[in-house]
Structures are given as structure tokens and as C-alpha cells.
């Protein structure tokens, strides 16, 4: 049976992470100290239980718990040899757990322990990190919360933060909690109610003395020119310069975007201060190991156009690596990590909004919310008095902390497809779904684009949702619709490298039964639709100069003649020959243009379910149901051919082993010799 002081801990945690305005996602920990039986000797032990590295407080369960001794945890003290050796605790951790000890402890855990009260909480609540951060944040602790709360001045998380709060409230008995410069709070409870609400009144006291004594224009005037651009046009602007900072983002190595016009993130850029505050940078560890020591900022009005915005961002991210590198250079010792890249993971553009980056789609939107986080404690800092992050060189030692790098070397590695972002067409259904599935389990984020735009979202949420997919409406054969959906993808995740051109329909007539209406529609939907498609997104290729994957599912029907299909196999043999002219084409720009000719494939598929099916079975005479084992017999394996295996065709094609091959057909059809390619 769960103990009830861990019961309390999870539902505390659970409740303070529920609200975005006590910490920002996955920051910050809770513990609480409590007494259990030992079941190696039946007698009663002391234990700490503190949220383990990693993971969210929102969702914090019992299994991302460290579970440790209290006494060994405390009797550290006996052996710490001192703040420079300081890391070397987390290891002696390992030492103290009870039982298998849960998830591995973090960092903070010292701080849990060592504070004496039965409840411990640690937050990086915006309102907080304000106070933490303002240069005369000391006073402003005492102005604010009287003797309740006592000022830490800024030091690396660790075992001797821990040991400075513990004395802190040994010498403190009135205080309830504290301000820890330049990072956010604690506060302590003998109870987890009682902690709980003096977190909140810590939190909630900041919050309400900033909104009564914050200057009225904490960014500084109104900067003319700077306003937001009217919502259309800043889209438009936004997606027509996506390609160009997805490269900026992507130089060292490819990342996935995510864009924000949020209206914090306008106002910032909207007034005189945000050039002098974002070159100053983030402040809590959390804040930026995810947006990097500081954004990149462009510095031209809202009104600016694309080609000026992208000729000045080239030079600014110049100027933004040869920065990066310098800090580096500065403060790296012989011990240092090696420099992680010196591209910009956040990069605001005036009137437009905020793009922000990262190894996969949830990094990358978090990336954004911390720098909404960020931009939300500059406010109240400068509302109050002047925004005064912690030094430079303590954000190198904890960028660069070996503990950092370790917590890194320890992650999986990434799948084949990560940081790449695919469109598939004509995903909500069949072969395309399929394709959309595969693409997505190989670590690819995928845009489902489909003239049924409620299927689409569905087949996007039963992959996993906005991080990993999204359902959005195209018609393939219509110009403006193809370029409406490729931007809807930028502005989705930040880039594009993947395009499948799966959506098509078959209609199965004579000669003399198809209509040129019959004929218009299908040549639309396929070649001509394809055709709209690549183009599209070739420009977007091609601008972001990370190369790229087209892929055509053609036919066995583009090579393979047979009767009653003379609209739907003339069009697939256009998109065969498509694949061979784009190829060539394409290649001086890393792209590589593919095709597969699948076959027979019944199950699942909408154009079979929709009278194709019915309509082959008649000319064969057999029943629709047997349809899927009449093409099974028909070829050399004898095989079904399923969505799936075409689906596993193109990600052989993407993936990484078919990197040299350009212009190829593959037929996924279980061997039909009168469809062979020579
Ligand atoms: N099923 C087979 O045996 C087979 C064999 C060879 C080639 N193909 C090709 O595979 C592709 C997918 O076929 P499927 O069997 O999965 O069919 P499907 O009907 O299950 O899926 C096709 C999808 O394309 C969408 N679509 C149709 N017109 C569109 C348009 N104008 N714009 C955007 N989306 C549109 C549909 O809404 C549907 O979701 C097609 O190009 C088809 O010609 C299929
Ligand atoms: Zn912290």
C-alpha cells in the first residue's frame, strides 16, 4: 500500500505542476520525509521521497520517486569534501536509496534532505524567478515578503545550495521558504498542505506586488514600426520565413520548430527595451538549457520584407555562431564538453512571433514556453526595478556541467527519422495513413494532409497528437490549397523534408465509358496534383538547403497495361516519369526523388471500398471479399500485399541506407513479372 506521506506528495505535486504560473514544464521538485518499515530488519526507518531527475510534477507518479534513507542521506554531510568536489555527492546518492531507490535522484535532491521539515518544495514559478532576478532582488525580498522569506544569493544547484538553505532555515524559525537568486524558490511545511500553501503564498505574494508596483511599461515605449502585423499577414510572413531559419536553427545540426505568435512574445518585440533584454539572456538553469544563453533577434520592423528579413538573418546568424563560439572559447577548461552547436534555438522576428527549436517537436515547443516563461520574469523584473540574470560564466558551468553532459550521453539514441518532418498526402486513409503511421515510428513528425480534413485530424491523433502529427486540409489539384497546407506545415514544425505524394482515386473504365471529365479529374488529382505538391514544396526544399525526400506512389499500373484503365494508368505513368524528371532536376539540391509502384493493395484502401473493388471483382469474377487473395495468387510470392509494406518501402527510401539513390521505382507488389522495370 502507498505510504500516505507519498500519497500527499503526488497529489501536491500533481496540483502545483497542473498550473503553468508556479513552475514551467518539467522544472522544479517536491519531497516529503516519512517513516516505512524496512523489511530487511522489521524495524521503522526514516525515508526521503523527492521527485527524481526528470519527468513533470503535473503528471508525477510514485515510480518517478527517488526513494533514499534519511540517515544515510543526512550522514553525507560527514564525508562532503567541499563545494569544489561538490558533484561528487551525486554519485554517493547511489549509497543511500532504500530498497531499489525509484527513479535516480537529481540534483536537488540534497537540498531535500538536508532541509529540516517534513515537506520540501523547489519551483521556478515566473513571478519567483522576477523577484530571484531583479538587481536588487535582496531588498525587494525583504520589502515584499518581511521575514517570511529569506534571500539565497545565486549558486549552482547542489549539495552546498543544500546545505546553505539548510542553515538558512535553522537560523531562520519564522521563515517559510526562500529566494533563490537568479533561479526561483523553496518553501517548507511540517505538513504537504501546509507546504503547498506557502509555496502558493510565495508565489501568489510576488505576483500580486509586481501587478500593483510594476511600472506601466516594463519593456520600455512603444518601438514605431514594431507593432504585431495583422494575424493573415503574419502567418504568411512567418511561413514564408520558416525555411530560412529552420537553416539558421539547423546548420550544426537539423532541429524541429515550433512557432508562437503569442501575445507576450509581440508585446516584447513590440517595445524599446527587447534588444537589450534578450541579448542578456535567460536566467534559471531551466530557462536555458533549453533556449540556449540567449535568442536571436532580428532587428528590422514588422514591415521589413521577406528578402530583406532573410539577407539580414543570414548575417545575424553569422554574427550569432562567432558569439556562441566566443563564449564558449571564454569560459571552456581543458575538462569542458565539447561545444554543442553554436546555432540559435530561439529566434524572434519583430510583429511576427517567436520560433523556437529542438531534437523533436515537445523539446522544441517547450524550448518556446520556457522563453515565454523568460520574457514573463523580464517583465516583472524590469516592471519592479532592472532585470539582472546570473553571470555568464555560471551559465557555462551549468550548460557545460559534466552532469549535464552526462544526463545527455545517457539519452537514447535517436531514431532514424528524428528531426525530420514529413507530408504525406491523402493520409487519412489506406497506403497513406500507413506511410503517415511508419514515418511517425521512426521518430519523423508528420503533417496528414487529406481532402477529408476530420479524418485526417483523427488518423493525426491516433499517432499521437500535435507533437507528432497533425491532420490538415489540402486538395491536391488546387494551386493555392497545396501552398495554404505546405505553409500550415511550417508554421506546424518549423520546416519540411519529406513529401509523399500518395493521394489519388482510381475510377476503372473503358476507353469509351471514361469521360473527359473522368480523364480531368484523375490527371488532376494525381500528376497534376503532384506536380503542385512538389513544386511547392520543392521551393521549401530548396530554400532550407537540409536536402530532402520526394516520394511518388505510382502504380504497377504505370508500366503494367491492362484494360478499363486507360485514365488512372496514363496519370500514374505521368507521376512515374515525374519521379525520373525531378530526380534529375533535383539532385544539385540533395533532393532525392523516389518512386514505388504498389499493387493489389485491398485492405484498407478507400479506392477499393468505393467501387473499385466491386468493380475488379465483377471483371474477374470473384467476390469482393476474396478480391486481396485472388491478387495474392496472381504473383510470384503468393503474398498479400498490404498498406504496411508499402509504407516500409518508403522508409527504406527516406531512411538512412538508400542515401545515394535517386530516381528509383520500387514495386511493392509480390513480384508481377509484366510489371518488371528493365
Ligand atoms: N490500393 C492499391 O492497390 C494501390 C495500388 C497502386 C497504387 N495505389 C495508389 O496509392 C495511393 C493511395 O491509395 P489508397 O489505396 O490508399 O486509397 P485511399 O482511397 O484509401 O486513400 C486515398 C486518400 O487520398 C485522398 N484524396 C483523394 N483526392 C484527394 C485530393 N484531391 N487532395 C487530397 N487528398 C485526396 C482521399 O481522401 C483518401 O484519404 C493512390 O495514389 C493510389 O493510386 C494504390
Ligand atoms: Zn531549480
Known amino acids: 500500500m502507498t505510504n500516505p506521506s507519498v500519497a500527499e506528495l503526488i497529489s501536491r505535486s ?77 554519485a554517493a546518492f547511489d549509497y543511500c536509496l532504500h530498497g531499489k531507490g525509484g527513479a535516480a ?95 502558493l503564498w510565495i508565489i501568489d505574494t510576488a505576483a500580486t506586488y509586481i501587478a500593483e508596483h510594476s511600472r506601466s511599461e516594463p519593456f520600455g515605449p512603444a518601438l514605431p514600426g514594431y507593432a504585431e502585423l495583422p494575424e493573415t499577414e503574419r502567418h504568411a510572413k512567418a511561413a514564408a520565413l520558416t525555411p530560412t531559419i529552420r537553416s539558421i536553427a539547423s546548420a550544426d545540426k537539423p532541429q524541429i520548430g515550433h512557432f508562437s505568435d503569442d501575445d507576450a512574445v509581440l508585446e516584447f518585440l513590440a517595445h524599446a527595451e527587447h534588444p537589450r533584454l534578450a541579448e542578456m539572456g535567460t536566467s534559471c538553469p531551466d530557462h536555458f538549457l533549453r533556449t540556449k544563453v540567449k535568442p536571436l533577434v532580428l532587428d528590422l520592423p514588422a514591415d521589413a520584407s521577406v528578402e530583406e528579413s532573410i539577407a539580414r538573418l543570414h548575417q545575424l546568424h553569422e554574427a550569432y555562431r562567432a558569439d556562441y563560439q566566443a563564449y564558449y ?52 523584473a524590469e516592471g519592479l526595478s532592472t532585470y539582472a540574470p546570473i553571470d555568464e560564466s555560471e551559465k557555462f558551468r551549468i550548460e557545460y556541467w559534466a552532469l549535464e553532459e552526462a544526463k545527455l550521453q545517457r539519452m537514447p539514441a535517436p531514431k532514424p527519422l528524428a528531426t525530420r518532418i514529413a507530408l504525406v498526402t491523402g493520409a487519412a486513409s489506406g497506403i497513406g495513413k500507413a506511410i503517415a503511421e511508419r514515418l511517425a515510428e521512426e521518430g519523423a513528425v508528420v503533417a496528414i494532409a487529406d481532402l477529408n480534413l476530420a479524418k485526417a485530424r483523427e488518423a493525426a491523433a491516433e499517432i499521437g497528437g500535435p507533437d507528432k502529427a497533425v491532420g490538415i486540409a489540402v ?47 484523375q490527371h488532376n488529382v494525381m ?40 485514365a488512372y494508368s496514363a496519370t500514374k505513368a505521368d507521376q512515374a516519369h515525374q519521379v525520373r524528371l525531378l530526380a534529375a532536376e533535383l539532385g544539385e539540391h540533395q533532393i532525392r526523388v523516389n518512386g514505388i509502384n504498389p499493387d493489389g493493395v485491398v485492405q484498407g484502401s478507400g479506392i477499393f471500398a468505393s467501387g473499385w473493388g466491386a468493380n475488379r471483382a465483377a471483371t474477374y469474377g470473384i467476390e469482393e471479399k476474396d478480391l486481396g487473395e485472388f491478387y ?31 530516381g528509383l521505382h520500387v514495386p511493392v507488389d509480390a513480384g508481377v513479372a509484366a510489371a518488371f522495370l528493365r
Open 527 to 566: 500528376a497534376k496534383g503532384s506536380f503542385l505538391v512538389s513544386k511547392a514544396a520543392a521551393s521549401v526544399l530548396i530554400a532550407q538547403g537540409l536536402g530532402g525526400d520526394v516520394i511518388y506512389i505510382s502504380s504497377k499500373n504505370s508500366v503494367f497495361a491492362g484494360p478499363n484503365n486507360i
Open 329 to 380: 572559447d571564454r569560459h571552456a577548461t581543458a575538462e569542458s564538453p565539447a561545444i554543442r552547436g553554436a546555432d540559435p534555438a530561439i529566434v524572434l522576428i519583430p510583429g511576427v512571433g517567436m520560433f523556437s527549436f529542438g531534437k523533436d517537436k515537445q523539446t522544441a515547443r517547450v524550448a518556446g514556453e520556457f522563453y515565454l516563461n523568460a520574457i514573463n520574469v523580464m517583465r516583472g
Open 475 to 521: 486538395d491536391v489539384s488546387d494551386e493555392d490549397a497545396v501552398i495554404k497546407a505546405i505553409n500550415e506545415t511550417l508554421l506546424a514544425f518549423g520546416g519540411l523534408d519529406i513529401v509523399v505524394n500518395n493521394a489519388g482515386l482510381s475510377l476503372s473504365k473503358s476507353l469509351l465509358d471514361t469521360t473527359a471529365k473522368d480523364w480531368d479529374l
Open 14 to 90: 500533481n496540483s502545483l505542476g497542473a498550473d503553468p504560473k508556479n513552475t514551467n514544464y518539467a522544472g522544479g521538485n517536491t519531497s516529503a520525509k516519512g517513516t516505512e518499515k524496512d523489511p530487511a530488519t522489521g524495524e521503522e526507518v526514516e525515508l526521503l521521497w523527492v521527485k527524481g531527475s526528470g519527468g513533470d510534477l503535473g503528471t508525477l507518479k510514485e515510480t518517478g520517486l527517488a526513494t533514499l534513507r534519511l540517515d544515510r542521506m543526512r550522514a553525507l554531510v560527514n564525508v562532503y569534501p567541499g563545494v569544489e568536489r561538490e558533484d561528487e555527492m551525486v
Open 632 to 662: 495474392a495468387q496472381r504473383t510470384i510470392l503468393k503474398r498479400e500485399v498490404l498498406p504496411r509494406n508499402v509504407a516500409n518501402a518508403v522508409f527504406a527510401l527516406v531512411g538512412p541506407e538508400l542515401s545515394h539513390t535517386t
Open 105 to 199: 535522484p537529481s540534483i536537488d535532491t540534497a537540498m531535500h534532505g538536508l532541509v529540516d521539515a517534513a515537506h520540501v518544495d523547489h519551483l521556478h514559478p515566473d513571478s519567483g524567478i522576477a523577484i530571484a532576478t531583479a538587481v536588487d532582488g535582496p531588498e525587494l525580498t525583504t520589502k515584499i515578503f518581511g521575514e517570511k522569506v529569506v534571500w539565497v544569493p545565486w549558486r549552482r544547484p547542489g549539495f552546498q545550495l543544500g546545505l546553505d538553505i539548510a542553515e538558512i532555515k535553522k537560523r531562520n524559525p519564522q521563515a517559510i521558504g526562500c529566494i533563490l537568486g537568479g533561479h526561483g524558490i523553496t518553501a517548507w511545511g511540517d505538513t504537504s498542505e501546509e507546504s503547498q500553501q506557502n509555496s
